[in-house]
């Protein structure tokens, strides 16, 4: 099962995934500096990410340099997955998902499906 983030960590995610470099923690903790929060907590915050595979870190010096492990499109579809799995019918589930999107989300859902399954619902790596 995919590893939901608690709030604090979905703050600290969220600033590690608007940056294209590996953020020290004491970085992380001034993009956050809103929240008023000690460096051990973002200390704490960002090991127990890195223990749950969420982020990955690198010695720089004497910090740690951290970046995300996958990315926030990549985190959510992996969420996304693990609930369709927790249903019973994952038919009613879908069903229930699409009802509730935009016509647009609805659009970019039907095009992407078709770049991905083909017109005959072959999925490309079926093909292979």
Do not use: C
Not at 41 to 47: G, R, S
Not at 108 to 127: F, P, Q, Y
């Amino acid at each position: 099962m995919k590893t939901r983030l608690g709030d604090l960590e979905r703050a600290v995610m969220d600033v590690l995934w608007e940056q294209t470099e590996p953020m020290t923690v004491r970085e992380v903790g001034r993009a956050l500096a809103d929240r008023d929060l000690a460096h051990t907590t973002v200390m704490t915050v960002l090991d127990r990410l890195a223990k749950k595979g969420v982020v990955r870190r690198h010695r720089d010096g004497r910090a740690w340099r951290y970046r995300p492990a996958a990315s926030r499109e990549t985190y959510i579809s992996e969420l996304m997955l693990d609930a369709l799995g927790q249903t019973g019918d994952r038919d009613a589930a879908l069903a229930a998902f699409v009802r509730s999107m935009s016509g647009q989300e609805a659009e970019v859902l039907r095009r992407l499906l078709l770049e991905n399954h083909g017109e005959h619902g072959e999925s490309d790596r079926s093909r292979m």
